[in-house]
């Protein structure tokens, strides 16, 4: 048995020659010596062992720096690779192009997300600033939500002394129009105590904000609307709609994970509104605590639990399927916190991680793109290649001369990447509504280098290695062997997988599209710019009085008595049991109580199984189609059962309405339901107006609010500007997803025009002799578009299937989910089809448009 | 004497020289010392010092037989020279002179 090949060659290559054979011999005799002793593993453990102790400065060869690389050679090798670049500039062109948007595509994802960590840090000791978050759960579903109910303020005040300051921020569910440079902006106005600033201490560029808290009516502004709408020499005491100006902040979205244009003083405590006040209610408030650095945070959360437990128990009490638990969240931690409503923040936890995961796609994409022209490039090459190892070329030369050329253009790709992120990233961060930071960092720069360096090594290594390993004489045949995979079949096939991916992105992208804008126009049953919703102080015996007087006010239409407004608060997961088999639904459902005015309201969304009632004489249920769904079973169809929430009146379902949903505009769509009595006593109203004369109509309302209720403050819900709200972030998100999605596409378009122009180039002569011979422009085209048809279909074969079972699968529940059909697939197949045999005719015009003398001159 | 200063190793390896006499080559150096010291030297050590003790004239080198078990590759073998022999002598003279000494004190006290 010889000794091990691998450290006999290591010791070889490192041992002075004159010892070689001496050494060499000593080890050979003592490795068979053992191997006759103790056995193979023995041996070769001894023999390794030797080898290595021998890497010692006595037996070393020296070998002078200046002869271990043949620099001569290397230059050679660049000087060719310019040359080579200068001759195809076309294809040089392309690769830093496409190479180049990527790597600046990268670096603006990479950038947000580091930015987004960036925010919260100026805060003067941040490090005891801690938000309360609600993990709330219910029978449906369990959520993390960045609010807290407005009474927990006060009793974190009685019951945690360790709690230095505590900052509330309230902001209303309507937002605040006010008049500014002759048009009406929404502007969105943050309540808050006497703490904030005590707690977020932003910087004060004009007057003094301590001045909101001496008169209601004094307001603070950010720079941004200062820099809109305002002087600085004048804008203190300025009127505002209601307001006076009395200071200006700087801008909250560049420095922190908030974003609002005007900060007020209008807090609503235990005292307020019920629906304010509730425990159940948690949208409406942000709560922060800074707490002394003496105190511990556990001792803080451990009181926070505390409280949680009891408010628990009086859900409990009360039958309220619902129980919170307060979190406490590091300031730190806030800006990329996993919490719904997590306001002002353009990239929230899940949001960065889908960027991640845009950002690793993308760097694939490009890395094949460039990796398939870089084989494209050398496999045009092939005489070339085949004269040199004639001649002579070692392997070594083969690939160093594919390796200078992938190097240098990835790194002139590289530096305009940056370049292009450099000059882009300033006008990015100007215009957009969040904080950017322009500035690179050392670590991404470093590590956007690495991945560059070693893609351009993988991209040039493996066409050099393919060619040095195949003969000289089997590169110049032009007939492939039969059975063995060939130069041409590596080529096809990587174009049909970069075909695929395209193809994969392009139609996940239409998807995505698709339902964005389906969720963007939803036709919600409750929801319409005609509707809006009133929340009377008490619920009494006056409120049937309030609504008779509803009725009689010109320009309302409709009123329905509705326990729970959509989007901002249904009843809570109720219990559903089907009385056939006393089983309860596992996920509870959704539910909205209303009189029978609410027919009227949702009549166009409204399918009766059987005959409507003529008289509404007994309670029924109207359920959407998930709760039906859920609902059936192989005993009894939902229209057949009757259900109970708990009591033992069980009731039936006798219809079911479209587009009913609950608190979510757009994710995690669940079971709901409207339970509609004869008349139904409820001090919330909701109001359907007529088209004509709104203003007038609610005017009219808020006259008659606060002549029964004088000194309330008369807050109507518009609920359309309440789904528009709710939609913003999901919108952003899209918008951030579908941009780095085209990218993809893109910069897959860009690789298929580079194997177009080489398809074109490859045919260049047989274009030219069917030239002489009379062929036209459309036979030439359809000539190299053959191959492309066939790549277009086997790349539509397995793209469409993959791209169907990926979004159905990966993606999130949507309230209003987009049903995929055969009409989606083509229309996008279509389109990428489209715009591939555009590129591909557009490039085939250049060559279709050459003398054919000049092409055949060369041969 | 001036330039015959003899390490601990390399003494122990002219010693082996000496020992094997005309068998003495890389490998029967390297098993003398392992069996009489029960340390386990490794070949480089060994070629460390070999080097050395070669570089200062007191051993000298010859190529052998080449044998199957060597993958056919020659043996080195090694004499020790009059220099080396004299260097030899001097180590022990001096620690002959030591152990008197010591042996001396031991009886005095």
Redesign the interface.
Known sequence: MNTPRFWTRLLKWFCNNSFFEEIQGDLEEQYHAKLKKDGKHAAKAFYRKEVIFLIRPSVIKYIPFRRLVNWAFVLHAFKASFRNLKKHRAYSLLNIVGFAAAISICLFCVNAIYSNQQLDQKFEDKEFIYRVNTMSTNSLNTSLRARTPIRLYERIKEEIPEAKEVAIIQSGAMGFEAFLKGSKQALQVFSVNENFFEVLNYEVLYGNVNDIFKNKSNVVITKEMLDKYFKPESVIGQELGPYIISAVIETPAKVSHLDFDILATDIKDKDALAFYSSWRTIMLQQLYIKRYPESKEETIQAKLTAIAKEVNKEFEGKDIDLSYDFRLEPLKDVASSNADMNQGTLLGAGGQRIIWILVAILLGVCSFNYTNLAMASAIARTKEVAVRKVMGSLKSALVLQFLAETIILSLIAYLFGLILFKWLAPKFATFSEFYFNTNLSLNQVAIFFLFTLGMSLISGIIPGLIFSNISALQLFRKTKKQGKLSLMHLKKGMIVIQMTIGLFVFIVGYFIYNQAALISKQDNALVNEDYIAVQLPKYDSANIIFKNELQRIKGIENVVTLEGIPLLQTLGATYFEKQHNKEPLRSGVELFRADQNILKLIDPHLKWFSQKPEQIETPFFLANRLLIEQASDTIKNIREGFYSLGNDEYLPVLGSVDNLFGNQAALDPVPAAILIYPEVNSSSFYLELSPEGRSETIDAVAKLYRDHYPGADFLPFFLDDILTKNLGSFKNAIKAILFVLSSIIVITLMGQIGMSMYMARSKEKEIGIRKVLGASFNQIVNLILRSTYIQLIIGALVASPLAYLFYTNAGPSFTVQMQIGIEHFLIGLGLFSLVIIGLITVQTWGTTNAQPAETLRNE | MKGTYLGEFQELVLLSILVLAEEA???SI?EEINQKTGRSI????L??AL?RLEDKDFIRSQ?GE??P???G????YYQITNLGQKSLDEAKAIREEYYSTIQLKTQNT
Not at chain 2, 73 to 76: G, I, P, S, T, V
């Open positions: 080559y890389g490998v390297q490794s070949r480089g050590a070629h460390s080097t190529f080449a044998t078990e060597r993958g590759r020659r043996k080195k």
